[in-house]
């Protein structure tokens, strides 16, 4: 059984679980914000018959892709890169669409990733 590892999709994640190839998984979801119940998740293509996936934890709202830097990066050269790309994506550019399929960029608050930061593995 596999330690850990990055298999791609969030449903490929769902399957190695249910098939017991790994232990454990994780996936995005997306609660109703009053009942706080999964509206839809990355699980929902297997078209599951019986409840067979239990929410373990939720580890908050995260980004979903993020660019990372070095830490011997100076810090000005990581505020010149962030910028340019915030700037990048600032009109809704087509290129940066096509290019890395999004509508642009923005800084994450130190809180929005915090939740990541809390989640050990292993």
């Not at 399957?15 to 109703?32: E, P």
């Not at 962030?82 to 809180?111: H, I, K, N």
Request: proline fraction near 5%.
């Amino acid at each position: 059984m596999r330690r850990a590892a990055c298999l791609g999709t969030h449903a490929a994640a769902a399957r190695a679980v249910l098939a017991r190839r790994v232990n454990g998984g994780a996936t995005c979801a997306v609660l109703d914000a009053s009942t706080r119940k999964v509206r839809h998740a990355g699980w929902d293509e297997l078209e599951l018959t019986e409840p067979s996936v239990a929410q373990v934890t939720l580890a908050g709202t995260v980004p979903s892709d993020c660019i990372i830097a070095a830490s011997e990066l100076p810090p000005s050269s990581r505020s010149k890169v962030q910028s340019a790309l915030v700037d990048l994506g600032g009109a809704g550019s087509p290129a940066v669409q096509r290019v890395f399929r999004t509508v642009g960029f923005e800084v994450a608050s130190p809180g929005y990733v915090g939740a990541l930061s809390r989640l050990r593995v292993g």
